[in-house]
T-cell receptor
Framework: RKEVEQDPGPFNVPEGATVAFNCTYS??????FFWYRQDCRKEPKLLMS???SGNEDGRFTAQLNRASQYISLLIRDSKLSDSATYLC?????????????FGRGTSLIVHP | DTGVSQDPRHKITKRGQNVTFRCDPI?????LYWYRQTLGQGPEFLTY????????KSRLLSDRFSAERPKGSFSTLEIQRTEQGDSAMYLC?????????????????FGPGTRLTVL
């Protein structure tokens, strides 16, 4: 089992739809969770941090479920410009230190 | 443009040659990370520095890989005796952290990457 797992998709949704992605992680001692967005052939850019209490930024909502060891990202009212790959990052406990570990990303395609 | 720069943006080399990549972080950032990304995968952590100290290097892919950050500003990643399997995008990221927290607890800003092709 991979340490951080994401469904690669693609998720193909119409404009205006609500879409949700999950990201599971293997180590319950992990801390610090993030969602990044990566456009084709570009570098990852921070979308949002994920806090234990959940957090919202406009149309985006991130949540953390420590008991089930996953984080989620919800996008409401999808725009064409939301088309991208969404990467989760988990700071995995490993041998006394923490290693920032990315999932493979979930591809989102928003169509007219 | 996040302010993190990498040079070169593209590198084509022959198998067996050595290559060196440079990363210039955002000026006030004290942490610097190196990652490798291959097609269809997320970035894979290689190593990181806090100021000039290399705090984690166990994830460097082999002893052919090494990194330095001699003055706590820019960093270099060197790959010796390149192999075709080294072909990938090499990403650098930087962050600013005030307290002694573990790697990855901070918000990282990525550079545009160096795309390496080994023939």
């Amino acid at each position: 089992r991979k340490e951080v797992e994401q469904d690669p998709g693609p998720f193909n949704v119409p404009e205006g739809a609500t879409v949700a992605f999950n990201c599971t992680y293997s180590n319950s001692a992990s801390q610090s969770f993030f969602w990044y967005r990566q456009d084709c052939r570009k570098e990852p850019k921070l979308l949002m941090s994920v806090y234990s209490s959940g957090n919202e930024d406009g149309r985006f909502t991130a949540q953390l479920n420590r008991a089930s060891q996953y984080i989620s990202l919800l996008i409401r009212d999808s725009k064409l410009s939301d088309s991208a790959t969404y990467l989760c990052v988990v700071n995995l406990a490993s041998g006394g230190s923490y290693i920032p570990t990315f999932g493979r990303g979930t591809s989102l395609i928003v169509h007219p | 443009d996040t302010g993190v720069s990498q040079d070169p943006r593209h590198k084509i080399t022959k198998r067996g040659q050595n290559v060196t990549f440079r990363c210039d972080p955002i000026s006030e950032h004290n942490r610097l990370y190196w990652y490798r990304q291959t097609l269809g995968q997320g970035p894979e952590f290689l190593t990181y520095f806090q100021n000039e100290a290399q705090l984690e290097k166990s994830r460097l892919l082999s002893d052919r890989f090494s990194a330095e950050r001699p003055k706590g500003s820019f960093s270099t990643l060197e790959i010796q005796r390149t192999e075709q399997g080294d072909s990938a995008m090499y990403l650098c990221a930087s962050s600013r952290i005030k307290f002694q927290l573990g790697a990855g607890t901070d918000t990282q800003y990525f550079g545009p990457g160096t795309r390496l092709t080994v023939l």
